[in-house]
């Protein structure tokens, strides 16, 4: 993160990450924030957390769905996660900040845009494998939800073209 993390960007570029994803999603979400002349912000979406309340700059106190299972790192961004993002965006030569958000992926990250009025949202497409092609099947793709219900631009960068031995964030 840079020196400017707590002032306010307009139109900024949200990206959805996760670990695993391939590194290549959120350089390029980079690229647009430095040729827009805005901020990045890394967000990722818990979908085992509902919000509870929420803050000027999207940021949100969540809570678990199952209250039996109560666990407060789950609101704390995944350390790892933050250091491959670090990584990945060193050189970018833009403000970059993080944020976890609960609920629906999309539902989340398009409350998100809405809130700091961003310019466009990134997002990468699932796995290509049969898990992948379930797991769409099941919770829907995000791009399309996005897509659905969002009058600013949703841009889906495809994460199967690099290969499986691409770079991916959170692993070591």
């Known amino acids: 993160m840079t020196a400017n993390e707590n002032a306010p960007a307009r139109h900024p570029v949200i990206v959805g990450v996760a670990p695993g994803q391939p590194t290549h999603v959120v350089e390029q979400a980079a690229r647009f ?3 827009f002349g805005t901020d990045l912000i890394c967000a990722h979406v818990n979908p085992g957390r509902y ?4 803050a000027i ?3 949100v106190v969540s809570s678990s769905i199952d209250p039996d299972f109560v666990d407060n790192r789950e609101e704390v961004f995944d350390a790892n996660l933050a250091a491959s993002l670090a990584a990945v965006l ?3 030569g833009i403000s970059w900040r993080t944020l976890v958000l609960a609920g629906d992926v999309a539902t ?7 809130t700091v009025d961003a310019a466009m949202i990134v997002v990468g497409t ?19 939800g996005l897509a659905h219900h969002q009058h600013r631009p ?4 495809p ?14």
Do not use: C, Y
Not at 154 to 157: F, K, L, R, T
């Open 33 to 35: 924030a430095a040729q």
């Open 51 to 54: 919000a509870v309340d929420e």
């Open 57 to 59: 700059d999207g940021s």
């Open 90 to 92: 060193a050189n970018a």
């Open 108 to 114: 989340a990250l398009g409350h998100l845009a809405e």
């Open 126 to 144: 699932h796995d290509a494998s049969m898990s992948g092609g379930i797991q769409e099947f099941f919770n829907r793709s995000v791009a399309t």
């Open 154 to 157: 949703v841009v889906v960068i």
């Open 159 to 172: 994460t199967h073209s690099h290969g499986s031995d691409a770079p991916k964030l959170g692993k070591k």
